[in-house]
């Protein structure tokens, strides 16, 4: 199975419609949201085509193929125009490895879940990265709405035992075996 990851999109309506593009033409068969899907953030600007209800509108027609984990942008109000469910974490069994998914406001890399897990893979930061930490991956596949620190809008693909992270333009940022 594929899986698409992304996270921060912050309702921007430009960014989610990409997302629905990239999901068909990278053939894969989740669309993760690792959180803040619909509100901006108060620290945060405002994102190209900033439409939360157009957002929920292409989230929703893409609900059989969406896993949305909840981020700290999202609150209870948010299920009220999504036809989908807001979970809290996600692991994934891919090749025979674990990876566990979750926004990163509580885990990430300088707060590690106890449980181990082959790779862990997380949003909140606004920063494409994958790197190794001791036996395990940790990856974030940055924002595609509004990246930080001079990254580019990116996502990440988990296949077998396999993340890659690309950036909007489909090019190959970074890659790494679990």
């Known amino acids: 199975m594929k899986f698409l990851l992304a996270s921060d999109l912050h309702g921007s309506a430009f960014y989610a419609e990409k997302l629905k593009e990239l999901l068909e033409l990278e053939k894969a068969d989740k669309l993760v949201l ?34 949305v984990i909840k981020g700290n942008c999202d609150s209870q109000v948010d299920t ?16 025979g490895k674990t990876v566990f998914c979750t926004h990163g406001h509580v885990f990430n890399k300088d707060k590690m879940p106890q449980t181990h897990f082959d790779a862990v893979v997380y949003g909140h930061f606004h ?52």
């Open 34 to 67: 690792l959180g803040d899907i619909y509100n901006h953030g108060p620290r945060n600007p405002l994102p190209k085509d900033y439409a939360p209800m157009k957002v929920a509108e292409i989230l929703n027609s893409l609900k059989q193929k969406l896993i």
């Open 80 to 95: 009220l125009i999504s036809e989908f469910s807001f979970i809290e974490d996600l692991v994934i069994v891919s090749g």
């Open 127 to 178: 920063t494409g990265f994958i790197e190794k930490q001791g036996a395990t991956t940790i990856a974030n596949p940055g924002s595609v709405s509004l990246p930080k620190n001079d990254t580019p809008s990116s996502y990440i693909l988990l296949e077998d035992e396999k993340l890659t992270l690309k950036g909007l333009d489909g090019k190959v940022i970074k890659n790494a075996s679990l």
